[in-house]
């Protein structure tokens, strides 16, 4: 079993990758567990694969969980089937295997088309909040969707809607669990159902909240995560030391 000190927490953000938003997260699960958010680059238009190519070499050289938020399930799905050689377990929120809304397949370069400006960040913030919406939670979200460029934003929405990674799900072998927000009005619940059914060991919690859950209860997705870390990977004092006479 791993020490607790010995284990860190990879964050892959969601759509907007800026990793702006975590600190409330960071700040419940310390001091026993550090949370590294591994950001992308605001200037590139990167498909799963290039931001794959990006991540694999800031991954931890020791013990550590992947949290793939949203967007950035995938990635997380990918990487774990690559079996690293230091990757403990994998924590999927509000995410999903491949397209999350089947019923626009067909219409990715109508995301082209969509506006895209601080009236839309900060309607769409709202919506994506509904009853949990606070003028902090709003003014997080507005300010990460706009350090973004439009371009990246619409490039990375149109990544989700061609993504599958069904068949790496079914591989993997570590230990699951899946974050899902009850009142999540972007990633339905079908999403998470179609990866139970192809991992049913996988710990599948259902939390009151929106669609940015580790945002909107940090205080709960990090009591989630620290159970799951303290039953699957930990223990929480190092073993003691055997004298032989």
């Not at 010995?6 to 409330?24: A, K, W």
Request: aromatic fraction near 8%.
């Amino acid at each position: 079993m791993i020490i607790k000190s010995q284990m860190t927490i990879v964050v892959l953000p969601g759509l907007d990758g800026t990793g702006t938003l975590y600190q409330h997260l960071a700040q419940q699960l310390a001091p026993d567990y550090e949370l590294q958010v591994i950001a992308y680059p605001l200037d590139q238009l990167w498909g799963y694969s290039e931001l794959l190519d990006y991540i694999r070499p800031q991954l931890p050289q020791s013990p550590y969980l992947l949290l793939a938020e949203s967007f950035s399930g995938p990635l997380g799905i990918i990487l774990a089937a690559e079996k690293p050689h230091y990757l403990k377990a994998l924590v999927l929120c509000c995410t999903f295997g491949r397209n999350p809304l089947p019923a626009i397949k067909g219409l990715a370069s109508a995301v082209d088309k969509l506006p895209w400006n601080e009236l839309v960040h900060h309607w769409t913030a709202l919506w994506l909040q509904g009853r949990y919406a606070s003028p902090q939670l709003s003014a997080l979200m507005g300010n990460a969707l706009m350090m973004v460029p439009e371009q990246v934003i619409k490039h990375r929405a149109k990544q989700t809607l061609q993504v599958d990674v069904l068949t790496e799900f079914a591989t993997l072998t570590l230990p699951l669990m899946y974050l899902q927000a009850r009142q999540d009005r972007l990633i339905w619940a079908f999403n998470a159902k179609t990866l139970k059914k192809l991992q049913p060991g996988m710990q599948l919690v259902r939390l009151d909240a929106p669609h940015f859950l580790l945002q909107a209860v940090p205080e709960q997705a990090a009591w989630q995560l620290q159970l799951f870390i303290e039953e699957h990977l930990v223990s929480a004092q190092p073993p003691q030391s055997v004298q032989i006479a």
